[in-house]
């Protein structure tokens, strides 16, 4: 298994743009896809994005798709959630999580981390 530690959130104006980091400890990071999800205030938590083993394949809410970019570096057991183009509707607390397939962004560890937030303001 692995742990997961979210970071690189912050307040940022429409428009804007923020790289948020997802740091894995274990050795088993590179054996599965992962994936970002989020969670406004008074909503529920959503898919966001995710990455196949390799990062050759991506998987992207309508609602990111053409302003985020998922990658990972599993020499660094890292995850990448690149967001440009900011809006309000953005903000929300970001996690990050293995998934079962890139098409099926469904958690596989039922601990979440804290999360990062990510404040857009208008």
């Known amino acids: 298994q692995v742990q997961l530690v979210e970071s690189g959130g912050g307040l940022v104006q429409a428009g804007g743009s923020l790289r948020l980091s997802c740091a894995a400890s274990g050795r088993t990071f590179s054996s599965y896809a992962m994936g970002w999800f989020r969670q406004a205030p008074g909503k529920e938590r959503e898919f966001v994005a995710t990455i196949s083993l390799s990062g050759i394949s991506t998987y992207y809410a309508d609602s990111v798709k053409g302003r985020f970019t998922i990658s990972r570096d599993n020499a660094k057991n890292t995850v990448y959630l690149q967001m440009n183009s900011l809006k309000p509707e953005d903000t929300a607390v970001y996690y990050c999580?293995?998934?079962?397939?890139?098409?099926?962004?469904?958690?596989?560890?039922?601990?979440w981390g804290q999360g990062t937030l990510v404040t857009v303001s208008s």
């Open positions: 999580n293995a998934v079962r397939g890139i098409r099926i962004p469904i958690a596989l560890f039922d601990a």
